[in-house]
């Protein structure tokens, strides 16, 4: 029996395509649950910065970061279709599922790029908007297109464009980058290794199954597992720092400490976790705590600073 390709009729018989996405679709595309982590650790670094922002310059700022931050998941999603229709994690996701097709959301992704970085160089400032474009860069064509499919250390080195957003609110208010900012970058870029390894551990057939080389599937589960250990011991450190510095309290310190034990209470699980376990309990504990964790940290960093103010 024929199978009919709606793309060959419409080639055929010059039919005029018209998408049957809906508004949930493409809001879909900009992944989020990402992008809610993203908004809320540009926030941070926008409420730390010294001086100070026009309140509705600084929502301003953060509705482009976030829409930057989105049209980078709509682009990931574009050039990820292939793999994305094999994994069980993302094959209901509206490209591989058929609800957008490819083309759609490679000029969504490319249009809110270029609204995003303009808006909040004519807006803010171009330092920022600057930051942004490679924020969006590094994340779609180093990342994606490139490290992602090529080495174990995709995560480690991509990790980065996760790890810009509190540095570009940092900028958005002070027009520069400081030591305090590169601070706040380097929580979430250390923290990054070890949330993802914990996915890829309880994931490591799907990643298998499209031959994205992530760390369990090519070094092993036991070389992951003590990988995961020394980046969480990084991320408990590097979070305790800004009360060092002075830019957080101690009580923030004591508070970034007792969370960073937990951190790494839950990856030494994963460490004791034998490899014969499928079921992966404490990669899944970690990785769920993973993500608390780093909203905790920084939602504790946005309160000491508040109250200091208050003081």
């Known amino acids: 029996m024929a199978v009919f390709d709606h793309n060959e009729a419409v080639e055929r018989t010059g039919e005029v395509y018209l998408s049957e996405a809906s508004p949930r679709d493409y809001f879909e595309l900009l992944k989020p649950r990402v992008m809610s982590l993203v908004v809320f650790t540009a926030l941070a670094g926008l409420v730390l910065a010294p001086g100070h922002i026009n309140p509705l310059i600084g929502f301003i700022a953060i509705l482009c970061i976030a829409v930057g931050a989105g049209a980078s998941g709509a682009l990931n999603m574009w050039y990820d279709a292939d793999i994305d229709a094999v994994m069980s994690r993302t094959a209901s996701r509206p490209i591989p599922s058929g609800r957008i097709r ?10 809110l790029s270029a609204f995003s970085v303009v808006i909040l160089g004519l807006v803010v400032n171009w330092l920022s908007a600057g930051l942004l474009a490679f924020t969006i860069f590094f994340y779609v ?10 080495t174990p250390q995709n995560i480690v080195i991509g990790g980065a464009a996760g ?12 027009g ?10 380097l929580i979430t870029f250390l923290w990054t290794p070890a949330h993802f390894w914990a996915l890829a551990l309880f994931k490591m057939r799907d990643y298998g199954a499209v031959g994205v080389p992530m760390l369990p599937n090519v070094a092993g589960e036991a070389t992951t597992k003590v990988q995961i250990v020394i980046y969480a011991v990084l991320t408990a450190v590097i979070a305790v720092v800004p009360a060092v510095l002075g830019f957080a309290s101690l009580w923030y310190g004591l508070f970034a400490a007792a969370l960073g034990l937990g951190f790494v209470w839950y990856s030494i699980g994963v460490l004791r976790m034998p490899e014969a376990d499928r079921a992966m309990v404490p990669a899944k504990k970690l990785f769920a705590f993973s993500i608390l964790y780093l909203f905790a940290v920084f939602l504790a960093l946005i309160g000491d600073h508040l109250i200091a103010k208050l003081l």
């Open 141 to 150: 064509v180093v990342y994606t297109m490139w490290l992602k499919r090529s």
């Open 102 to 111: 490819p083309e759609e959301a490679l000029a969504f992704g490319l249009t």
């Open 163 to 174: 790890a810009f957003p509190p540095m570009i609110g940092w900028a958005c208010v002070t």
């Open 176 to 185: 520069g980058v400081s030591i305090e900012s590169i601070v706040l970058f």
